[in-house]
């Protein structure tokens, strides 16, 4: 109990935004960053909504932690998301009807996202509550992060317009709120993200001690995985 | 020449020690030359604009290739004539009336995002020249399909717009056609000589089969891919060609309409994204004519090269590992685990 003083919290946020990132870098979830991020409006309050949902999730499963039997933690873990997924539901349906009507179908599938029952599962169930909420503030905020740029390049490249309003008076590129075009911007913007991790973040990725140098060669190899 | 093959007996390296002359480039060049005919069909009918148009998409890619590469530190492979051959194809795949920003937003499409992102050369899954066009086709529905009136003066001014042929049979019907052009023959020369609304490249088909008959000759090509492509969209429009009647519809008109030839002969016997065994090539050709006929007879697109060719390009690994060569001296696996 005496490692619980030294948790670094900042360290535990940033986890979630930059190492484990869970589009940019896990590539979970992508159902929803490409199913609702056709404009920016929609990115972001699927975003918050994960992020109050993650944020929640990972208090009530650590507050739980002592109580919960090894062998039904799944279907447990599964109880408590889908109450406050349920939450999230209900208050998007009262506070943005509109916005609800395009995308309620995506706040309730937060259900069965795996970030969140893997944060809830490897994270929350072994630490105590204030480290469970640093890890979901964290998780939330780099999924929050990954959606909204995904969203405003879609916006801004598919119809010209930023949360609405009209920016760019060109002819804008349609694919890009297709959901083809939803491939192309996550894919390359995972890429991007990647390049500049390694590049000028330099975050070790999960484990692995590979040097920055090493990192380096695996992206410029052609083909490489 | 016998010096150099003495020269050549005298090197010892490691294996392989019998090299062919033809190279990627020069294969790539070649395929070039051979549409060349085509080019010029394009620009007589269509007009200055359409070299415009051509030259542009060509630079696009050329330069996307470069400036990608140089940023990358990758080998510069410009020269080599893929890229060129990319822009060219995507460019007469073009309408001839399209604003000129489009060529450089397909080409960027095409050899960015479809060709370097996947590893350059020989690992792109899709045919570059076509994702662009697909890109282009889905991002501007509108503009993509505005057809020009082909005139025969190279300098035209009033550019009438029009259906192309596969246009007025998916909207209107057989007959439309045959009033349009008055009789079959003039019919079947017109879309011969390529006198007709459509692509830049794609409309002349005595110029496209020039240039395959040279890339057939010296070998740059088979015949499986563009003899079992063809045969099934032929099989297909002769079958199903005429709607409530079987065995009624007109093979000629299909086969020489569209990007019909450009496609068979040009864009599906891509070295990288096609099968490489020869049953494999075959099985690919069907697909692909069973595909295009399918979409060009129920789908909501007049032409459907485009997509079957793009679709067939994802079933091109699993083909190859379907009909893979038998190893020489390889036995036969004996299947005895059951027991």
């Known amino acids: 109990m005496a490692q619980a003083n030294k948790v670094n919290y900042r360290e535990l946020i940033t986890n979630g935004i930059v190492k484990e990132n869970t589009i940019f870098k896990l590539a979970l979830s992508l159902c929803p960053s490409i199913a609702v991020t056709n404009n920016l409006k929609n990115g972001v309050l699927m975003g918050v909504a994960v992020l109050f949902v993650q944020v929640m999730v990972n208090i009530t499963i650590s507050l739980m932690r002592t109580v919960i039997h090894p062998k039904v933690r799944l279907p447990i873990f599964m109880l408590v998301i889908s109450g406050w997924v349920t939450v999230t539901d209900l208050s998007m349906a009262a506070a943005v009807p509109d916005v609800y009507k395009q995308m309620g179908l995506y706040i309730q599938l937060i259900v069965a996202f795996a970030s969140i029952l893997a944060r809830a599962e490897m994270f929350a169930s072994k630490n105590k509550i204030a480290p469970s909420m640093a890890d979901g503030i964290g998780m939330g905020i780099g999924f929050l992060f990954a959606l909204t740029v995904i969203s405003f390049f879609r916006e801004l490249i598919g119809r010209g317009s930023l949360w609405g309003m009209p920016i760019i008076n060109a002819k804008p590129l349609l694919i890009m709120i297709l959901p083809a075009g939803g491939f192309f911007a996550v894919g390359i913007l995972m890429a991007l993200f990647n390049w500049i991790d390694v590049k000028y973040l330099k975050t070790k990725t999960g484990g692995h001690e590979e040097s920055t140098h090493e990192c380096k060669t695996t992206l410029l190899t052609p083909a490489g995985d | ?339």
């Open chain 2, 1 to 339: 020449m016998d010096k150099a093959k003495k020269e050549h007996q005298l090197t010892v390296s490691v294996s392989p020690h019998i090299k062919s002359e033809e190279t990627t480039s020069r294969i790539m060049w070649s395929v070039n030359a051979a549409l060349l005919p085509a080019t010029v069909m394009g620009a007589y009918f269509f007009g200055p604009r359409a070299v415009f148009i051509l030259a542009i998409a060509i630079i696009a890619a050329v330069l996307s290739e470069y400036i990608f590469q140089k940023s990358l530190n990758r080998k510069i492979s410009v020269n080599d004539g893929s890229a060129f051959l990319t822009g060219l194809l995507l460019g007469m795949n073009l309408p001839p009336s399209v604003p000129f920003y489009i060529p450089i937003v397909g080409s960027f499409a095409a050899i960015v995002i479809t060709k370097q992102l996947f590893g350059g050369l020989g690992f792109n899954v899709f045919n570059p020249a076509l994702i662009g066009r697909a890109f282009l086709l889905i991002s501007f529905p509108k503009l993509m399909t505005i057809w020009k009136e082909p005139t025969a003066a190279f300098i035209q001014f009033d550019a009438k717009t029009t259906a192309t042929p596969l246009g007025i049979l998916k909207e209107e019907g057989v007959a439309k056609l045959m009033e349009m052009f008055g009789d079959n023959i003039t019919l079947y020369t017109q879309l011969f000589t390529g006198h007709r609304a459509g692509s830049i490249g794609e409309t002349s088909s005595i110029a496209l089969l020039i240039g395959a008959a040279f890339l057939l000759y010296r070998g740059y090509i088979s015949w499986h891919i563009p003899v079992s492509f063809l045969g099934t969209a032929a099989l297909m429009a002769w079958i199903f060609g005429t709607k409530g009647a079987l065995f009624t519809g007109d093979p000629i008109v299909h086969l020489l309409s569209g990007g019909m030839l450009l496609g068979a002969f040009f864009m599906a016997t891509d070295y990288v994204t096609c099968p490489s065994v020869r049953k494999g090539q075959i099985l690919f050709g069907i697909g692909c004519g069973f595909l295009t006929m399918l979409i060009r007879l129920k789908g909501g697109y007049p032409e459907g090269v485009m997509f079957a060719i793009l679709i067939m390009n994802c079933f091109s690994p699993i083909i190859d590992r379907g009909f893979r060569t038998k190893v020489f001296g390889a036995k036969k696996e004996i299947k005895e685990s059951k027991k």
